[in-house]
């Protein structure tokens, strides 16, 4: 099949239990859920969650995922393999499905009204405790996304 001409980036991750591997593409918005599209031997193309398969598959080696990329070559693609994605790309690949930009708004008041409550009884000398609150939040969730 002749390769395409678009690079598509993907991250290779190993699950313990089988050893299987599995092809994330981060930046293919599978559905309007945040879903991401994924590849892997048996099944072949279905949606995947990215933090979970980070969370529960380790990054795969070379070696271990040769056979998942020279299968995908075969089918068109022309890949760059990556290690993680990047959360701000993945966020504007998502900007096709309205309804998240609103889901978006509602997490973000939730945790504005809840960083504004908490940090009026923080005794700290930072001047700007609230702004130091979300930064150090925004950190702990891009650590695990």
Known sequence: ???????????????????????????????????????MHIGQHG?????????NASLAKESEYADLKSELESLGYNLKVIKRRNYNRYLTAQEEWPELDTASKIVANIALNEINKISEHITSKCPYKAQCILEMTIKRLEDKV
């Open 1 to 39: 099949m002749k390769k395409d001409d678009f690079i598509t980036e993907v991250v290779f991750r190993r699950f313990p239990e089988d050893n299987a591997i599995i092809a994330l593409f981060p930046y293919e918005i599978y559905n309007g859920r945040g879903g991401i599209n994924s590849y």
């Open 47 to 55: 949606e995947a969650e990215y933090s979970a398969c980070v969370k």
